[in-house]
């Protein structure tokens, strides 16, 4: 009995340490970013309500805290750590995890909200701590994990340690050093796995590119051009972009004395007009640079938009300093021709976004209305949109040639954009079918004209459209000559033919309606070409000839001569006197 009595603690022991050893040993698995993209996807994120996320984790951990009786005492707070022999569950992990979530989504309530020095200090507080959190919990995942979750929780941590340095803007080197490590993570984890995962994996990528070029391009070492970072960079990064961009601009513009334009300089005193020109110009080299081509045309309208903006902010600051120049006159005369040189190139930037306006109505103008959901370019657009060519080069030249003593680079550049007039008139005549033969000769005597005069000019983009011009003229003019004959040669059989339906009824034909020719196939819609309505039903409906209710005439009642009916009357009874005075 003593024996066998004093053998079972003994055996009770062993088994209850073998059972802590098995718990410890389990492994447990996160699928870490599926778990951060649902909870923000579905608890404010989506609208970029951090408030709301962060009232969820808050609301989260006090459900994890009581279905695993971790709680910190009754009245006084009694801290209790999570350690890595306090995990036993994974819900352990989550607690650690959604730690980590709601400092960071009260770190970037702040953000958003806008801040200043005091909170400022707040919101990096709250970004350590999700620091500290995030790296807690990559600490446990790498013991208490398995090999994915401890990877997924190391890039998870190296976000945030990002996160951190970028909004300090002290350390940008550990901050790309960090987002890189989780990019290179998450381009690993998205080669395996679901179709899911790795949409989730790129969709993580993709939000952290646009953080490593932008300490990139701080640092000097980007290759992205300025409008691309700005386009990349989501709404919290726009605003610390542009600040960097500006303050570049401003440190660039110190050194800008002044503004060449056709051999002439003119100098530039305003700083603000500096800055203004410079973002322009480095606008119009991102605009030229190789890069670009491979641009959306949309992309590139939006960057002449910005271009347009900086020249006339610069038009503005000009002016304000012509208004408060005085009577100095020296200062007038740079002012006046800063203020034309400015206009010029605005100009110039102007011809150049109706031509690529013009690329994109011509892409346009081929496609078949078949197409669905695709816009067709009207011809009398394309026209449109040459006039407006054939005005801008009209103003230009007027712009350049109001000078009393002009240079040789003046002439030149008048005489290249009156050729250039001269081409665009060739394409608006040709754009116009309404007269077909004869705005198709003339537009080939034009193009041929302009050909002739451009044969010695740089612009061999502009010779080749001019060819293929020459050529589409002749083929259509003869085409149109031929339709002609075509239908001259028709004449006598159509005339034969209507005279041969004329009849006496003066019946005219209308157009038939669908509801009227049920019977028989025939469309209602009319041409493709054509811009008539359909023809389902008249409306309003026309009139009907309905019968009249029939009118009696009575002829014999003049006629009938009816007897007397006096003595059926009543007759009137009187008095004495009214026998004598009747």
Aim: aromatic share 8%; hydrophobic share 35%.
């Amino acid at each position: 009995m003593s024996k066998t009595g004093e053998q079972q603690p003994a055996d009770m022991e062993v088994d209850s340490s073998a059972a802590v050893e098995e718990k410890q040993a389990v492994k447990f698995s996160i699928n870490v970013l599926e778990l951060m993209r649902e909870a923000q996807m579905q608890h404010g994120l989506r609208q970029s309500d951090y408030t709301r996320y962060r009232r969820y984790c808050s609301a989260r951990l006090r459900r994890l805290y009581k279905s695993l009786k971790f709680l910190h005492g009754r009245g006084k707070y009694t801290r209790r750590n999570i350690t890595e022999p306090t995990v036993t569950d994974v819900r352990y992990l989550h607690i650690v995890f959604y730690m980590a979530e709601r400092a960071w989504s009260h770190a970037m309530e702040k953000k958003t909200a806008g801040t200043n020095a005091q909170q400022r200090i707040y919101m990096l507080g709250r970004f350590r701590k999700a620091v500290k959190w995030a790296s807690l919990f990559s600490q446990l995942c790498s013991v208490k994990g398995d090999s994915r979750t401890s990877l997924e929780a190391e890039a998870y941590a190296s976000y945030m340690k990002g996160a951190l340095f970028f909004e300090q803007d002290k350390n940008i080197e550990a901050a790309m050093i960090n987002f890189k490590n989780t990019r290179a993570v998450y381009e690993e984890l998205g080669k395996y796995g679901s179709i899911e995962n790795q949409l989730l994996c790129r969709q993580r990528i993709e939000e952290v590119e646009p953080m490593i070029d932008f300490c990139s391009h701080k640092l000097g070492g980007s290759s992205l051009q300025a409008h691309e970072l700005l386009d990349m960079a989501n709404d919290l990064l726009k605003a610390k972009m542009e600040a960097v961009l500006s303050e570049t601009r401003s440190q660039q513009a110190a050194s800008m004395t002044e503004f060449n334009w056709l051999g002439r300089r003119f100098p530039i005193t305003n700083a603000k007009t500096r800055v203004s020109i410079l973002k322009a110009q480095q606008l119009e080299k991102d605009l030229n640079s190789s890069a670009t081509e491979s641009i959306a045309a949309e992309k590139k309208l939006g960057i002449f938009d910005k271009i347009f903006s900086a020249y006339h902010d610069a038009r503005s600051c000009i002016r304000n300093d012509l208004a408060s120049a005085g009577s100095a006159e020296n200062i007038r005369d740079d002012l006046n021709g800063l203020d034309k040189a400015v206009s010029a190139v605005l100009g110039l930037r102007t011809i150049e976004r109706n031509q690529l306006l013009v690329s994109i109505a011509k892409s346009k103008l081929t496609k078949h209305r078949d197409e669905k959901n695709e816009r067709i370019t009207k011809p009398e657009e394309l026209v449109r949109l040459y006039d407006l060519l054939i005005q801008n080069t009209m103003d230009m030249t007027d712009l350049v040639s109001s000078g009393r003593n002009k240079n040789e680079e003046e002439n030149s550049f008048i005489h290249e954009y009156e050729l250039k007039g001269l081409a665009f008139r060739a394409e608006s005549s040709a754009g116009k079918r309404a007269e077909a033969y004869a705005l198709f000769f003339h537009a080939r005597t034009l193009t041929d004209s302009a050909l002739q005069q451009l044969a010695n000019s740089p612009d061999k983009a502009l010779i080749h459209d001019l060819k293929s011009l020459s050529n589409s003229c002749r083929s259509n003019s003869c085409i149109e000559h031929a339709t002609g004959i075509m239908e001259e040669e028709s004449v006598p059989l159509k005339l034969s033919k209507g005279v041969s339906t004329i009849s006496l009824d003066d019946k005219t034909k209308e157009n038939k309606y669908l509801l009227d020719m049920l019977e028989s196939y025939e469309s209602a819609i009319g041409e493709p070409n054509t811009k008539g309505p359909c023809r389902i039903a008249q409306f309003p409906p026309p009139f009907q000839a309905v019968p009249c209710n029939p009118i009696v005439l009575d002829m014999a009642y003049n006629a009938i001569e009816f007897p007397s009916v006096e003595n059926r009357m009543k007759k009137e009874k009187k008095g004495l006197l009214s026998r004598f005075w009747g």
